[in-house]
């Protein structure tokens, strides 16, 4: 969802931005210590209070085996999370080193990259996440490197023309022209200044990731059955529609509410810039 | 996601439409050949004999049968006979046969393909239509402010999930519209706007980004000087103006409505192009992923020719 931050110039307001901060944390706090919310087991069966509506000893109800969908979200946050910045985090590294390597490489090699990153940007990042599972096969680790490579090519795009901007800045001639070694002034210029648009960027890939994630794992092609993973709950909660809509109701806004968050604290960041 | 090159760079870059069309032409031949050369050597990777495969876990098959597969599909021979005979092919239009379905993958694909094409057809039309309307009607401090967040929602919840919402409400709760049924019009209709909101929030959000920027221009002034209101300056001249910036978002769309479609087909249960490639994916049934590859490919390339003759038509400074 790269598109995005071209568009919106305006900033947030601030109420906004301290809001999501604060989302965002809670759910950090969730991913590392969960009994710190529920004292309830994600995994525990009740079959007697199965199918049970939100109440105040179950928020978010309860699912066909009567476990509690609140703690089975609270406990989801580690995996949501983990990959949502795990694969961010990847794709931003590999894809600023392509962009690096491309940007700084001689025209030839230059242009070869940047076709080859041309090619793969052409393919929307969930089939090209399909195409890695398909050769990788499915499950949790599968599932990070699968976002993580089909959200590269964006990044190596944005790290590439930022390269070629600032190899051509006054600063990096002027440092070359004073005798600074070439690796000096990758490390000190050229990285940290093409860095910044790449964290933005990879900020709001948060959500994004989050999302594709939980998509994949709704089709089967992540973590297994039990696991309180917001796409499996998403996926139990799809066969209940009828009697318990609550399952599947939660776990989506509480995605929604992450990716809302993670975006509004990118833009701004990048209001900041 | 690729947002296709800004009408100035193009009336930079190359002079005439006829010499722009051959080097589009090209570039879809190059954009297709990359794509079929990566997708084939990809699928090369995958660990495990395609015959295990084909045959399922539970076949008990023996080694010579074995041999015999494997001398009938080509997988003996060297890897760049086999590469240069899958490119032979498909020049011919021919995508090879599905190890699954023993059916080549061209009719398992155009047998699926109209029941997909009415689902994002019928989505276009609502992202177009939800879009345009907010466009018009949009104005002023309060109700810009609740579009926006509208659209902030659309375009951050997962598309599955609020079509998981829609059928608990629209199909059980109010029995609007059929819960298991796939004919007919109505069955089609909530699949469609779930597949259309989300690229509905993105366009309204360009769409309204562009009227804003157009609105500032001179020519937008002497409209109004000449009386003209605000919902006539939007739909003689500035909604032009915004509509190549929504053109830009093309690729994008495109992208979304093929990865939707995977997610909504299933949420939905409907047969389509998103169904096959997830059971192929599960199924490792390889011939029919690098069909779907090749031909998300060409869909791509052909957008994006369209999209560079659209500027034209939009924008009559680049006809010169």
Same mark, same amino acid.
């Given at each position: ?20 901060g ?81 940007g ?58 930022q ?43 948060v959500?994004?990731?989050?999302v ?18 917001w796409?499996?709950?998403l ?39 | ?8 760079e ?6 005439g ?9 090209g ?36 080694e ?7 001398e ?86 997962p ?32 699949? *469609?706007? &779930? ?5 509905a %929030?993105?366009?309204?959000? =360009?769409? #309204?980004?562009? @009227?804003?920027? +157009? /609105?500032?221009?001179?020519? *937008?002034l &002497? ?5 003209? %209101?605000?919902?006539?300056? =939007?739909? #003689?001249?500035? @909604?032009?103006? +915004? /509509? ?17 479609? =995977? ?7 409907r ?8 059971r ?41």
């Amino acid at each position: 969802m790269t598109v995005l931050i071209g568009l919106r110039t305006r900033k947030p307001p601030k109420v906004g931005v301290v809001v999501a901060g604060v989302f965002l944390a809670v759910l950090f706090a969730a991913a590392l210590v969960p009994s710190l919310f529920t004292s309830l087991d994600p995994l525990d069966a009740e079959i007697s209070q199965a199918l049970a509506a939100p109440s105040a000893a179950h928020p978010f109800g309860t699912d066909q085996s009567g476990r509690d969908v609140f703690a089975r979200v609270v406990y989801g946050a580690r995996y949501s999370l983990l990959v949502g910045f795990g694969a961010s985090a990847i794709a931003l590294i590999v894809g600023l080193i392509v962009g690096l390597v491309s940007g700084l490489s001689p025209k030839p090699v230059d242009t070869v990259l940047g076709k080859i990153i041309v090619v793969l940007m052409a393919f929307p990042e969930f089939l090209l996440a399909l195409l890695v599972i398909a050769i990788i096969g499915p499950g949790e680790t599968s599932l990070v490197i699968a976002i993580s490579l089909a959200a590269i090519p964006a990044y190596a795009r944005v790290a590439r023309s930022q390269t070629l901007v600032v190899k051509g800045s006054s600063y990096v001639r002027s440092a070359t022209a004073l005798g600074v070694p070439r690796l000096a002034t990758i490390v000190r210029h050229v990285i940290p200044n093409t860095l910044g648009p790449l964290l933005v960027m990879a900020t709001i890939g948060v959500g994004t990731a989050i999302v594709s994630a939980a998509g994949l794992s709704f089709l089967g092609l992540g973590p297994a059955a039990p696991t309180p993973e917001w796409g499996v709950i998403l996926s139990e909660g799809r066969n209940l529609l009828d009697r318990a809509p609550w399952v599947a109701a939660f776990p989506g806004l509480v995605i929604t509410a992450t990716v809302i968050a993670t975006s509004v604290v990118g833009r701004a960041l990048r209001g900041r810039s | 996601m690729k947002t296709s090159e800004r009408p100035a760079e193009l009336v930079k870059k190359r002079g005439g439409l006829g010499l722009r069309l051959l080097g589009h032409l090209g570039g879809v031949l190059l954009v297709v050949w990359g794509a079929a050369t990566a997708g084939f050597f990809a699928l090369k990777l995958v660990p495990g004999d395609p015959v295990e495969v084909m045959l399922g876990v539970q076949a008990q098959v023996s080694e010579s049968v074995k041999a015999g597969i494997r001398e009938d599909w080509g997988l003996n021979d060297p890897l760049p006979v086999q590469y240069f005979e899958y490119l032979g092919r498909l020049v011919r239009g021919d995508l090879g046969t599905s190890y699954q379905l023993r059916e080549p993958v061209v009719s398992v694909i155009t047998a699926q393909l109209p029941a997909t094409l009415a689902l994002t057809g019928l989505a276009i039309v609502f992202a177009l239509a939800i879009a345009l309307t907010t466009a018009l009607f949009v104005r002023g401090e309060w109700m810009t402010r609740l579009a926006s967040s509208v659209e902030l929602v659309l375009v951050s919840s997962p598309s599955f999930w609020i079509g998981l919402l829609f059928i608990s409400f629209f199909a059980y709760r109010l029995h609007w519209f059929p819960v298991t049924s796939t004919d007919g019009l109505a069955a089609l209709i909530l699949p *469609a706007l &779930t597949l259309a909101l989300p690229i509905a %929030g993105i366009l309204s959000q =360009v769409l #309204r980004d562009g @009227l804003t920027r +157009a /609105a500032d221009q001179p020519f *937008a002034l &002497t409209a109004r000087a000449r009386g003209l %209101g605000y919902r006539g300056l =939007v739909a #003689r001249h500035t @909604l032009r103006h +915004a /509509a190549a910036d929504g053109l830009t978002l093309s690729g994008y769309i495109l992208g979304t409505l093929i990865g939707g479609a =995977v997610l909504v087909e299933t949420v939905f249960g409907r047969p389509g192009i998103g169904r096959v490639t997830l059971r192929a994916v599960i199924d490792r049934d390889l011939p029919v992923v690098l069909g779907i590859i090749v031909i998300v490919a060409i869909a791509f390339a052909i957008i994006n020719l369209l999209v560079d003759l659209a500027y034209v038509l939009l924008d009559p400074r680049l006809r010169s």
